[in-house]
């Protein structure tokens, strides 16, 4: 099964797909060079691909089965809002590159494809199902509970990277480009909802009776 997998960074979203299909070909594209170096590291059977993702999908949809798209969130998130009334806030366009993929894929991919972002500071474009702090835009069925690990409370965890690092099962100090740290780890995807999706699209999971949540 040929797989893409778009803004891999270090790849929380892929960690346990080997899990649940063995003969799979990922190919990952990741713009930052030190998320890349190591996410090839962790998945060195994976092809990595340093470059723009966005394009990449353009020029290459056609030759995946399913496609996983984490576009970057930050001009979405409610914390951009948040800081708006700050003397040193830049103002910013919210990236509709998330949007173009979404569109994109719905109209013109005949394969499986799910789109992941944060929960943004407006009503959604486009309705999404909400699961935890994420939004997903899929083709498939989305269960309700992606995942039943037990998450901390950020704001009140002293050694974050430590926290992150072991809820993700990744020692993020090994990583040292030119981004935070702790925004990177928490913008990962819970390896066990990415396993759970994973799994829903390959149709290995039963569709639950009970209504999808979504967020309008």
Known sequence: MKILNLYACLGGNRYKWNE????????????????????????????VIVGDAHQYLLDNYKN????????PCPSHSRI???????????PRYPDMKLYEEIIFLDKYFTGKYCIENVIPFYEPL?????RHRHLYWTNFYLPNILSKRKTF?????????????????YDFNKYKGKQRKSKMARNLVDYE???TIFETMLGIQ????????KLF
């Open 20 to 47: 649940v299909k063995e003969d799979i070909e990922v190919t990952a594209v990741e713009l930052d060079k030190e998320a890349a170096r190591l996410y090839q590291e962790r998945f060195p059977n994976d092809r």
């Open 64 to 71: 995946y089965e399913f496609i996983w798209s984490s576009p």
């Open 126 to 130: 486009i309705p999404a199902k909400k």
């Open 153 to 169: 409370d950020i704001s009140r965890t002293k050694n974050l990277i430590k926290a992150l690092s072991e809820f993700h099962d």
């Open 193 to 195: 909802a990415g396993k």
């Open 206 to 213: 039963k569709q639950e009776k009970q209504k999808q949540t």
């Open 80 to 90: 951009n809002i948040s800081q708006y009334t700050r003397d040193n806030w830049t």
